[in-house]
C-alpha cells in the first residue's frame, strides 16, 4: 500500500510530494513540527500540540492556516488513507517567501516492548550541550542538528536515548523526551529555565501528579541527582511515559527496574488514553 501524505491541502502519495528547494524553510531549516499520537479514533491532546506549534510558528513570523476543525478531519483522514488504527502523526510547517508550507504524516504505531516499560531505558550523558538561553530549546524546530548527534552516539553505544545537559551542567532533557526524577517521594523534572521543551506529555504527568495529590517541583538537577534518584522516568507523545534505569553504564537507579511511583502513573497515562 502506498504511503499517503498531506501537502499544502492535497493527498498525495508520499513518492509525488515536492517542495521547492529555494524556499527560508529548506535552506535555512525554519521550520517547525508536532509530532502525536492517534489512538481510537482520536487525537492524544491535539489542542496542546496545535496551541504549541502555533506559537513555535510565530516565533519564525510563521502563521498555521488551518483551524483546528480542519485540521482534526485531514489528520482522521489522513489515518484512514493510510489504513491505520493506531498511528503517529507528524506536522509540520516550513517558511516559504510569503506563508508556510504545510506537511502531514503518518506511520503505524509501534509500541515499545513491553520488556522496556518493566526494565526501563538505558541512556548515556551527551558530549553535545543544550543552550538554554536559545529560543529554539522551547520549541520543536526541524533544526535538529545536536539532538540528532547525541541520539546517534547513543544508540551505537547500546544506549536507549542520550541525556544533553545545558551550559551550566545541569540537566535539560533527553533527546527525544522530558526527564523526571523521584526523589524522597517527591517528583522533580527540570525547569523550563533549563532548557527543556515543555512537553505535552510532561505537563500530563505534571497535571496527573496533583490530581492523585503527589507531590512536585520543577528545578535544577544535576547527573547526580539522577543516580541518586528513587526513580526516573522518560516521557513523550508516542511512547507515554517510559523508566528509566540505567546511566552511562555506571548508575543504577532504584533497583534497576519500574517502580512504584512511576508504574502508578503509567497505569493512569494509560488509562487517560482510552
Not at 69 to 92: H, M, P
Not at 130 to 157: D, G, H, M, V
Request: charged residues 25%.
Amino acid at each position: 500500500m502506498k504511503e499517503i501524505v498531506f501537502l499544502n491541502g492535497k493527498f498525495l502519495p508520499a513518492k509525488e510530494a515536492r517542495l521547492c528547494v529555494l524556499t527560508p524553510g529548506f535552506l535555512q531549516g525554519l521550520g517547525v513540527f508536532e509530532t502525536l499520537r492517534w489512538r481510537n479514533n482520536k487525537s492524544v491532546y491535539l489542542n496542546a500540540h496545535l496551541a504549541r506549534l502555533e506559537k513555535s510558528a510565530l516565533s519564525l513570523e510563521m502563521k498555521l492556516s488551518y483551524g483546528t476543525k480542519q485540521l482534526k478531519e485531514t489528520l482522521a483522514e489522513i489515518v484512514s488513507v493510510n489504513g491505520f488504527s493506531d498511528a503517529v502523526l507528524r506536522i509540520a510547517l516550513w517558511k516559504t517567501a510569503k506563508e508556510a508550507d504545510l506537511l502531514i504524516t503518518a506511520k503505524k504505531h509501534i509500541p515499545c516492548p513491553s520488556s522496556k516499560y518493566r526494565e526501563g531505558f538505558s541512556v548515556c550523558v551527551s558530549r553535545y550541550r543544550q543552550n538554554e538561553n536559545s529560543p529554539l530549546s522551547r520549541i520543536k524546530s526541524t533544526s535538529r542538528f545536536f539532538y540528532e548527534l547525541s541520539f546517534s552516539e547513543a544508540r551505537n553505544n547500546g544506549f536507549d536515548e542520550a541525556i544533553m545537559l545545558n551550559n551550566r551542567g545541569y540537566i535539560a532533557e533527553a533527546t527525544r523526551s522530558n526527564i523526571f526524577i523521584v526523589a524522597k517521594g517527591v517528583i522533580f523534572t527540570p525547569a523550563i529555565t533549563c532548557g527543556c521543551l515543555p512537553g505535552i506529555t510532561r505537563q500530563a504527568v505534571l497535571d496527573l501528579a496533583r490530581i492523585y495529590r503527589i507531590e512536585t517541583g520543577e528545578a535544577a538537577l544535576t547527573i547526580q541527582d539522577l543516580a541518586e534518584a528513587e526513580e526516573a522516568f522518560l516521557t513523550n507523545s508516542v511512547m507515554g511515559i517510559m523508566p528509566l534505569t540505567s546511566v552511562d553504564n555506571k548508575y543504577i537507579i532504584g533497583k534497576g527496574r519500574c517502580a512504584r511511583i512511576t508504574q502508578f502513573l503509567i497505569s493512569k497515562y494509560n488509562s487517560l488514553l482510552k
